[in-house]
């Protein structure tokens, strides 16, 4: 078996494996304290914000650490729009993560004005597209459109969308969760006004995020109150372990970043042509766009992706169908509807990706297993039709 699921988390480095239990061991001083426990634990918290500034492009002072992205995405819109009173929309993009889609609902459930910027087949957010939706809900105050798809790996323009937002003065916030790690990400170069990222796609710790953001360029509310950390944008104890991991991890990330491309690269063009070659109907989504290195969502026809998954699980490989947040539920993808995929096809999208620790040989034994398994459903619904 394998684990092809990266994109829903990946294996902690046994570099921060080891960090993490030495801080808990001998780092374990809260921040705020004057004394040398609080100091030590203080320069730990900073140098892991200079790493992860170092990865994402940014100055350290920009970053701000969370709860995980999920609190980072949910902080900067409802920041935005507790700040801002309802006076500008909200415009986000079709295919963002839940935590940006809901977080937008939530918001204009009570009231506030709130938009949705469509995208092409292909799963983009065009600059044209952009500058239409600006238009037609003006007046904008905040954009969000995130860097790389999750279910896809399909990336946005987001220097051309940030280049559009800034002819109208709109900030840009981007989600780059699934970019960091994987492809260079440049807060400063992109033009984007605020950022998410998080510790656990990049082989960090989980429940661990930052929201780096340009503060005078976007202000906003905070989202949790209390002391005075984090500069008064993010109150509670920082979770010093969980960033020390994330600063690790960083580290690595940026290291590694240009043999981790084609290394993933390598892997996904063997999945994929293996794949084509089988014979079984395979489309690969987003195939047109620019993508992630590591991710491929795969449509097979005849197959309910539920069964395919539970099969290659009981087989020993790890991979998700549309994404992991929204399985459980036999409801297509929303991202794949959103892209003009009819829900039949949607319903047989499985997604694979990979990362640091992916051997090509485990991509041979997936394949192996994976195409008699599709062509066995295939077979069945076939029958039964
Ligand atoms: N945004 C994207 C694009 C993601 O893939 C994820 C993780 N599924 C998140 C946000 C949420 O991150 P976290 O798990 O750190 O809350």
Not at 171 to 185: E, F, I, N, R, S
Request: hydrophobic share 40%; with cysteine; charged share 20%.
């Amino acid at each position: 078996g394998a684990y092809l699921d990266y994109n829903a988390t990946a294996p902690p480095d046994p570099a921060v494996r080891g960090e993490v239990a030495e801080c808990l061991a001998e780092g374990w001083g809260n921040p705020s304290s004057v004394h040398g426990w609080g100091r030590r634990a203080r320069s730990r918290l900073e140098t892991a914000r200079e790493r992860v500034a170092a990865l994402a492009g940014c100055s350290p002072r920009e970053v701000s650490f969370t709860g995980g992205a999920t609190e980072a995405n949910n902080a900067v819109l409802k920041g935005f729009a507790w700040q801002d009173g309802g006076a500008r929309t909200l415009l986000v993009g079709a295919t963002e993560h839940p935590s940006v889609r809901e977080t937008a609902r939530y918001l204009a459930g009570r009231g506030f004005p709130v938009a949705e910027v469509a995208v092409d087949g292909e799963g983009r957010v065009t600059p044209a597209a952009l500058r239409e939706a600006l238009e037609a809900h003006g007046p904008v105050g905040l954009v969000s459109v995130m860097w790389a798809n999750n279910e896809t790996g399909v990336l946005q323009p987001v220097a051309e969308l940030a280049a559009v937002c800034a002819e109208y003065g709109i900030p840009l916030h981007t989600d780059a969760v699934q970019a960091a790690g994987k492809m260079p990400v440049d807060f400063a170069g992109s033009g984007a006004a605020a950022m998410s990222l998080s510790a656990h796609k990049i082989g960090g710790p989980q429940g661990v995020g930052a929201l780096i953001r340009d503060a005078r360029r976007l202000p906003v509310d905070p989202f949790l109150h209390g002391g005075g950390h984090e500069r008064e944008r993010r109150a509670g104890t920082e979770n010093v372990a969980g960033i020390l991991g994330f600063g690790v991890a960083a580290g690595l990330a940026r290291e590694r970043l240009e043999a981790a491309g084609a290394h993933a690269r390598g892997l996904r063009d063997r999945l994929e042509d293996g794949l084509r070659g089988a014979g079984v109907g395979v489309e690969v989504v987003g195939d047109a766009a620019e993508r992630l290195p590591n991710t491929s969502c795969l449509l097979l026809p005849d197959v309910e992706a539920e069964t395919l998954l539970m099969n290659l699980d009981l087989s020993g490989f790890a991979v998700s169908s549309g994404s992991a947040c929204a399985s459980g539920s036999l409801e297509p993808s929303p991202v794949l509807l959103a892209m003009g995929i009819p829900s039949n096809r949607a319903r047989g999208s499985l997604r694979v990706s990979t990362g640091w620790a992916t051997t090509a040989g485990e991509v041979e034994a997936f394949l192996e297993t994976l195409v008699p398994q599709v062509r066995r459903l295939q077979d069945r619904a076939v029958h039964s039709a």
